[in-house]
């Protein structure tokens, strides 16, 4: 058993990138949560956080653009027994995924999704993505992007998120913390990562600017997640809340479905119909 997690892939995200970040405090609290390693399975899509299932020794899936978080709903429904969690990044999953991120909110898959938000497509070189702001100049966008930016926050908590954070790249305490909470969480959790593109758009210091960790704040209030998921829209010059801002218990799309044969009883079947020459 590899007791540090990482494997001997060679690292090729560019140096200063924030999917370090992501990366190791994910790889830390996977280890301190006592979780059994082979019942975790990590899933990925398409883009550069992607290469963060070949860095960590652990089982995995990549999925096509856009598709990571339906491939992770099929494995956490068949398999509700594993410990489901999703990377995707901003293109992925608010771009081609979209609507598999709030179908999957809306059911109340036990998954947690972790988004790698640098609002940009790093690895094809800088597009926009639907978090750029306005007048973010990429390879699609030279003039400057001219429209505003989803909240992907707002999003997710109007279709039935059960837990739903921010967390930056630079603030590792944070962003420990926060993922530590949501792998906690049984049923769908979501965490928007502010992650830096250190090649493409490198904005940490609007970020360390305004950032700030949620202090007073009740996360059973959908009122008051609401107000402070709004409080910074991307497009002013408004201060940026880290943390949980909402989160509730209800069972999940697998508790809810009916009962059922799952994947390891219709194997052992099998095996045993096999055994007894039938
Ligand atoms: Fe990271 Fe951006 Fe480089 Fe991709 S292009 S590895 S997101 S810094």
């Known amino acids: 058993m590899n007791p540090t997690l990482i494997t001997d892939a060679q690292n090729t995200w560019c140096p200063g990138c924030g999917n370090f970040s992501i990366q190791h405090q994910a790889k830390q609290v996977i280890l301190e949560s006592g979780i059994p390693r082979e019942t975790i399975v990590l899933v990925a899509g398409?883009?550069?956080?992607?290469?963060?299932?070949?860095?960590?020794?652990?089982?995995?899936?990549?999925?096509?653009?856009?598709?990571?978080?339906?491939?992770?709903?099929g494995i956490a429904i068949a398999r509700p027994d594993l410990k489901v969690i999703c990377f995707a990044g901003d293109g992925d999953a608010y771009g081609e995924g979209l609507d598999h991120l709030l179908f999957a909110a809306k059911r109340n898959v036990d998954m947690t999704v972790i988004i790698h938000d640098n609002r940009v497509y790093g690895l094809t070189t800088g597009q926009y993505t639907p978090t750029s702001p306005p007048g973010y100049k990429g390879r699609s966008t030279p003039q400057g992007n001219v429209e505003r930016p989803l909240n992907p926050l707002e999003l997710v908590l109007a279709s039935g998120g059960t837990f739903l954070a921010r967390a930056y790249?630079?603030?590792?305490?944070?962003?420990?913390?926060?993922?530590?909470?949501?792998?906690?969480?049984?049923?769908?959790?979501?965490?928007?990562?502010?992650?830096?593109?250190?090649?493409?758009?490198?904005?940490?210091?609007?970020?360390?600017?305004?950032?700030?960790?949620?202090?007073?704040?009740?996360?059973?209030?959908?009122?008051?997640?609401?107000?402070?998921?709004?409080?910074?829209?991307?497009?002013?010059?408004?201060?940026?809340?880290?943390?949980?801002?909402?989160?509730?218990?209800?069972?999940?799309?697998?508790?809810?479905?009916?009962?059922r044969e799952t994947v390891v009883d219709r194997m052992e079947r099998i095996q045993k119909r096999l055994a007894e020459g039938v």
């Open 46 to 73: 398409i883009g550069c956080h992607g290469k963060i299932v070949d860095y960590l020794d652990l089982n995995s899936f990549y999925a096509i653009h856009g598709r990571a978080i339906p491939a992770a709903t």
């Open 169 to 259: 790249t630079r603030n590792l305490a944070n962003l420990h913390q926060t993922i530590g909470a949501a792998i906690r969480h049984r049923g769908f959790s979501f965490v928007d990562v502010l992650q830096i593109c250190a090649t493409f758009y490198d904005i940490h210091d609007y970020y360390d600017a305004r950032v700030y960790e949620l202090t007073d704040h009740d996360p059973g209030s959908y009122d008051a997640a609401l107000g402070k998921i709004r409080e910074w829209d991307y497009a002013k010059d408004a201060p940026i809340a880290l943390g949980t801002f909402y989160t509730r218990q209800e069972p999940t799309f697998a508790e809810r479905l009916p009962q």
